[in-house]
């Protein structure tokens, strides 16, 4: 069986990479799914483990480093780890199930190595969008807001490392625009039977 593609969704926070990845999912049924991440943070309210994402404890986190099972990880704003389980992304892949990743830039560039074949993204928006969709999250305090506009001042400055760069000023559009990525990413890798 061919496997399926590996589409690498990255950008700054409040960029969109959750809703976009979310509108685009059902147009492809069971045959793309959403790799779910690994933390070591709290559940924000609403989060669900296993749905939002995997709460590990750091014990439980640091055992998957050692042991290789992580594809990608990361400590993020100095305090927590995040990662993609190899369980979330190769056993589906070698069904031939494409799996869609929402990482952020070190993530990505980490993936690059250890899955080359997968198609990465950035997710960008308008000057300004950032710091206002962070604002409107209301979830985080004005210093984690201002940590966050800084990577993503830094993580914009890589975005030509990136195979497509993805502008979120209209999300329908660019929802329909990464649906459009992903029908290619499935063509090109039925085409290298």
């Known amino acids: 069986m061919t496997p399926g593609p590996l589409i690498i969704v990255s950008g700054p926070s409040g960029s969109g990479k959750s809703t976009l990845i979310a509108r685009v999912l059902p147009k492809f049924g069971d045959r793309l799914r959403h790799s779910i ?3 070591t943070r709290e ?9 939002n994402y995997h709460f590990w404890t750091k014990e439980r986190f640091e055992q998957g480093i050692a042991a290789g099972d992580f594809l990608e990880y990361a400590t993020v704003f100095g305090n927590h780890y ?27 560039d980490q993936l690059r ?6 198609l990465t993204v950035f997710l960008d928006t308008p000057p300004g969008e950032f710091e206002r969709r962070l604002r409107l999250r209301g979830t985080e305090s004005e210093d984690a807001i201002q940590r966050r506009l800084e990577t993503a001042r830094r993580e914009v400055e890589r975005a030509g490392e990136f195979d ?7 999300v329908d559009l660019a929802a329909e625009q990464l649906c459009e990525i992903i029908r290619r990413q499935f063509a090109a890798t039925t085409n290298r039977r």
């Open 37 to 39: 991440s690994a933390t």
């Open 43 to 51: 559940p924000r309210i609403g989060e669900q483990d296993g749905v």
């Open 82 to 108: 995040y990662g993609t389980p190899r369980s979330e992304v190769e056993p589906f892949r070698l069904r031939g199930v494409g799996v869609i990743l929402d990482v952020d830039v070190q993530g990505a």
């Open 113 to 118: 190595r250890t899955s080359p074949d997968g």
């Open 164 to 170: 497509v760069r993805l502008l979120n000023d209209d």
